[in-house]
């Protein structure tokens, strides 16, 4: 299931609808050129019938906490 969601973000949609495009998507918490970044770990692709195959067809409703400032706010209900 943990998969399946990763596959579900649309990680350019959300770099674009939440950051106003600014982000890079990255294969972990590092891009490309931090000095940190693992070449070996590819970004997660956007697959979203992943879910489907993990028995969510319908989608997934998710819970939680997240920062209580403005572009957290707007990331948070993006996700």
């Known amino acids: 299931m ?10 350019k949609a959300l770099i674009h609808g939440t950051v ?5 998507i990255a294969s972990c918490m590092y891009p490309g050129d931090h000095w ?4 070996n770990l590819k970004p997660v692709s956007y ?8 028995g969510y ?5 998710v ?7 403005a572009i957290a706010m707007n990331i ?3 996700i």
């Open 47 to 54: 697959d979203p019938e992943l879910s489907a195959e993990a």
């Open 57 to 61: 067809p319908n989608g997934l409703t």
């Open 63 to 69: 819970k939680g906490y997240y920062g209580n400032y």
């Open 76 to 78: 948070a209900e993006a």
């Open 36 to 39: 940190t970044h693992n070449p």
């Open 20 to 24: 106003f495009g600014l982000g890079r």
């Open 2 to 11: 943990r998969k399946a969601i990763s596959h579900a973000l649309d990680r």
